[in-house]
């Protein structure tokens, strides 16, 4: 009995262990599961996180993508969620946003609301400064996207645009209440930040090296002291002077073996940078000098000591918000390491070090942007995309179907002349090419050059201001809107196919317009207002004009050469874009009203700063200085002569008694700057010529047409008593008209005359900034004449010419045409008798000295590679550096010592006018400063909210 009780208590015992040890193992197996849960739950919030991240990354990817082959460009951005909004708000004008009744309940049922609600500067609930994104459903998650540019002449990073994602686990659908708790379920979210430049806006010189090559970049010229912006002491005020090179530069100027002399001075501005006390302790950069690459300065090939010396000049803020020179520093070229110094970042090399003050360098590349840029689909170009493809599709009056689009009357305008091309070839005898035509006029292998004038293929476009007419269109809200449509010119010079045939005009109902001849009036692709578009139709009983309004783009597209001047109308933005060559031919302006007087110190010289244009060439861009006093009339070779009558240059025009061979040029002044001189009260008018076998009696006429005496000018207003000729013809070679010695103004031997504009014995000559005048020269047709008349050259002094807008060379270079010398004799010299060869006038230009007319680019040039040193020293030797007097007279120019300049118009860099933008999109969003411009291939941040 007691044996079984003890096994009994044995048997009670091992149960008691084997239920602890389940009991155990069950702990062991539920902390197990625990851990492998939790580390599952672990994993897959890590993995929803690098998801999340990805998300958030695809969102910046997109933008960049939408940003670089889009249709808009520079101007892309996703439409805004807005949720919660009522009516939308008016930041321009601080009209705020008006939110729907029950926001507060979007608010608490959207999980994204902070970020979809309306964008506000400041704090309101239903709008604010995290509002303004668009939200977009990726895979398992979704990422919220905001594209936005916010210029700010105090903040650098301003000029570029700036694109935010916020990455979120899970997929939300506003429309689906199903979605709205899994979205609400998770927290997890990722937000980058990334800035993408245009480039074309952000320097006053911007070299791409597109194909990045690893030779010297040069700027400056041997010779010549040059800047970089603008100096506070200036009358006009100061001007930033950013440069960005992508590959190493090499500085070239003016040798001096004076270390406190600079050759190259550079003007910065940059804003105080306060301590964690508040006190200022540096400066930040809003402009700066970015080399990816090393500095190299150059030096005097027979004197290695003297060296081409750089000062930057550090611009700051005063109390009173003017500029000015806080420091000048001599600065050194990147080798050796141990002397190098950034100015504090703002002259910074692309070395991966530190200057000498520990200050951070390497500057890296940024892509170029593509003039030729493949849309989103890869089947055409962006700009032909907002041309060509931009019209409609419609039947004509001969029932053939046209595109529109295709005949320039699409939202942008595009213009086929693709026969304006000048490509570049090779032969056993040489080759063509453009550099050789621009440097070498009336050489062998060119028909463009036309005597003394350079005239390349190409659709000639004139801006003009003031051509304007009153329509009206129904907007999208349903009001009639009635504005002033503007016009501009465009003339086709080329063939329409390999037969000659010239390129006829076509109205926008697809119908053939011969009678319009080469020159059409076209209606401005507003970006605004759009424009109004007209055509006749076929009815029964004859035809009636037809209207229609269409959206405007701001962009014109054009397959060939285009050749522009004139000025835009009040507050028109336009990008002109050229898939060969771009030629200026004189004042490209921005609208100023005819009469209105210019502060003396208005650094704009009087713009209308809501303008903008860009000129857009996939090869060059190129002043053509033939052109500023242009022939309007057509020459052929048999018009042309030389001067030596031998077949070399120089090469004069010939004028001869037919009416059609009378000679007209055009021309205009641009608004006056100078800081060395005054503004002229009078003109002159420059001749230089001959009669061919004998005395050439000429008239003149200015604006003909329009003034006294149909505009005739008294070329002899003092004539003696009894003198045959009345004032108004000139004898070119009789000796009574000037030079006492026969022979002189007959052949070979040309006549050099200035002739005064003088407002009260001759003719009205518009002297309004951009206002035309047209200039007639012929032979007499009341007196016996028994030779043709040879021009060698005219021009009047002084003058100004201002080429104000982004300018870009996708493949090519920034170029000046320099032209023949307008005095090209060798022998009329500057001598220190001051006695001039016989027919040649005091005042006529010395052989080797410029005109007075002073070139300014105001605006951001842009190019792959700048033009040669020596193709540079030959253009600045002809309009680099104006003279103090008028030939040998103690007259002074109009600018002593200045030529051609290069500004940066800081309404490229930050387009503001007035303290507001002066473009948004239709949700108030600022654009850059013209329509649909092309950005940088590169980002130049990419990471985490800055």
């Not at 015992?13 to 672990?42: D, E, G, H, K, S």
């Not at 302006?589 to 005819?594: D, G």
């Not at 070139?855 to 030797?877: F, R, Y």
Request: include cysteine; aromatic fraction near 10%.
């Amino acid at each position: 009995m007691m044996h079984l009780y003890k096994n009994n208590r044995r048997r009670g015992q091992t149960l008691v262990i084997a239920i602890m040890v389940m009991f155990i193992l069950a702990v062991i197996a539920a902390v197990f599961i625990a851990l492998v849960a939790q580390n599952l739950r672990r994993s897959e919030r890590s993995a929803n996180a690098d998801a999340v991240a990805q998300i958030a990354e695809a969102g910046i990817r997109y933008a960049d993508e939408m940003l670089t082959s889009s249709e808009d460009g520079a101007d892309w951005r996703p439409i805004p969620d807005n949720r919660g909004q009522q009516t939308p708000g008016d930041i321009q004008n601080n009209v705020q946003p008006v939110p729907v009744s029950n926001w507060t309940t979007l608010r608490d049922e959207d999980p994204d609301f902070q970020w979809t609600r309306p964008y506000w500067p400041t704090e309101l609930g239903f709008a604010g400064p995290t509002g303004g994104y668009t939200m977009f459903n990726s895979g398992q998650g979704r990422f919220l996207l905001r594209v936005s540019y916010n210029p700010d002449p105090d903040v650098a990073l301003s000029k570029y645009i700036k694109i935010e994602s916020v990455g979120r686990w899970g997929t939300y659908d506003v429309n689906d209440p199903t979605t709205w708790q899994n979205g609400n379920a998770s927290q997890l979210k990722r937000e980058i930040t990334a800035f993408k430049p245009i480039g074309i806006t952000d320097s006053l010189r911007f070299v791409t090296n597109k194909y990045n090559r690893s030779t010297d970049i040069s700027l400056g010229v041997p010779g010549y002291q040059v800047q970089f912006g603008r100096s506070p002491d200036s009358k006009y005020g100061a001007r930033g002077g950013p440069i960005r090179i992508n590959g190493n530069l090499l500085w070239h100027g003016d040798y001096s073996g004076n270390v406190n002399n600079a050759s190259v001075d550079i003007f910065l501005r940059g804003i105080s940078a306060n301590d964690i006390h508040g006190n200022p302790d540096a400066y930040l950069p809003l402009d700066d000098v970015e080399v990816a690459g090393d500095i190299k300065q150059d030096t005097d090939p027979s004197n290695s000591s003297n060296q081409v010396r750089v000062k930057v000049h550090m611009l700051t803020k005063s109390s009173t918000s003017s500029w000015t020179d806080n420091s000048s520093t001599i600065v050194n070229p990147s080798d050796p390491d141990n002397q190098f110094d950034t100015i504090g970042g703002f002259y910074k090399d692309g070395r991966d070090t530190t200057d000498k003050n520990n200050n951070s360098r390497g500057v890296k590349r940024i892509e170029p942007p593509l003039v030729d840029q493949p849309d989103s689909t890869n089947t055409t170009t962006r700009y032909r995309l907002l041309t060509l493809n931009s019209g409609e599709r419609i039947r004509s009056n001969s029932g053939r179907w046209v595109n529109l689009g295709q005949l320039g009357w699409g939202r942008g305008v595009y213009i086929n002349n693709t026969n304006d091309k000048q490509d570049e070839s090779e032969t056993l005898i040489g080759g063509y090419t453009l550099r050789a035509d621009w440097l070498k006029p009336n050489n062998m292998m060119s028909s463009y050059w036309k005597g003394p004038y350079y005239v390349p293929p190409g659709a000639i476009i004139t801006l003009l201001p003031n051509d304007h007419e009153t329509k009206k269109y129904t907007d999208k809200n349903g009001n009639t809107v009635s504005y002033e449509q503007y016009y501009f010119l465009i003339t086709r010079t080329d063939t329409a196919n390999s037969y000659g045939k010239k390129a006829v005009w076509s109205d926008a109902g697809g119908n053939e317009r011969p009678e319009w001849g080469a020159t059409v009036r076209m209606p401005y692709p507003d970006p605004v207002h759009g424009r109004v578009i007209s055509w006749y139709q076929n009815v029964s009983g004859g035809q009636v004009s037809q209207e229609k309004h269409i959206e405007g783009n701001g962009v014109i597209f054009a397959e060939g050469n285009v050749r522009v001047r004139g000025m835009l109308p009040p507050g028109m933005q336009l990008t002109i874009v050229s898939n060969q060559n771009i030629y200026i031919d004189g004042n490209v302006l921005k609208y100023r009203k005819q009469g209105e007087s210019i502060s003396p110190t208005d650094p704009y010289r009087g713009a209308d700063p809501t303008c903008g244009l860009a000129l857009l060439a996939r090869q060059n861009v190129c002043v053509n200085t033939t052109q500023f006093f242009q022939p309007l009339t057509s020459i052929s070779s048999d018009d042309i002569g030389s001067d030596a009558m031998n077949g070399q240059p120089p090469f004069h025009l010939i004028v001869r008694p037919e009416p059609d061979s009378t000679f007209r040029c055009g021309f205009e002044f641009g608004p006056y700057e100078s800081d060395t001189g005054n503004q002229a009260a009078n003109w002159t008018m420059y001749i230089r010529h001959s009669g061919d076998y004998g005395a050439a009696y000429v008239n003149a006429w200015l604006n003909p047409g329009t003034g006294a005496n149909w505009g005739i000018l008294n070329l002899n207003p003092n004539p003696p008593a009894g003198f045959p000729f009345p004032p108004h013809v000139w004898g070119v070679g009789d000796p009574n008209f000037g030079p006492a010695v026969s022979g002189v103004g007959v052949g070979s031997l040309f006549a050099c005359n200035a002739f005064p504009l003088d407002t009260t014995t001759n003719a009205s000559l518009n002297t309004d900034i951009g206002v035309p005048n047209i200039l007639q020269l012929a032979l007499d047709s009341n007196f016996y004449t028994r030779s043709n008349y040879w021009l060698g050259g005219i021009a009047v002094q002084p003058a100004d010419v201002r080429i104000e807008a982004i300018i870009y060379a996708q493949e090519g270079s920034f170029f000046v045409i320099p032209g023949n010398w307008f005095n090209p004799n060798p022998g009329d010299v500057q001598n220190s008798s001051g006695v001039r060869p016989l027919g040649v006038a005091n005042e006529f230009p010395y052989y080797g000295q410029p005109l007075d007319v002073r070139v300014i680019i105001d605006g951001a040039v842009s190019e792959n590679m700048p033009a040669v040193v020596s193709d540079v020293e030959e253009w600045m030797a002809k309009w680099g550096r104006i003279p103090d007097t008028y030939g040998s007279t103690n007259t002074p120019t109009a600018h002593p010592g200045e030529g051609l300049t290069f500004l940066y118009d800081d309404h490229v860099g930050w387009p503001l006018a007035n303290g507001k933008c002066i473009r948004v999109d239709d949700y108030g969003r600022p654009l850059p400063l013209t329509p649909k411009l092309p950005v940088s291939g590169s980002l130049i941040y990419f990471g985490d909210v800055m």
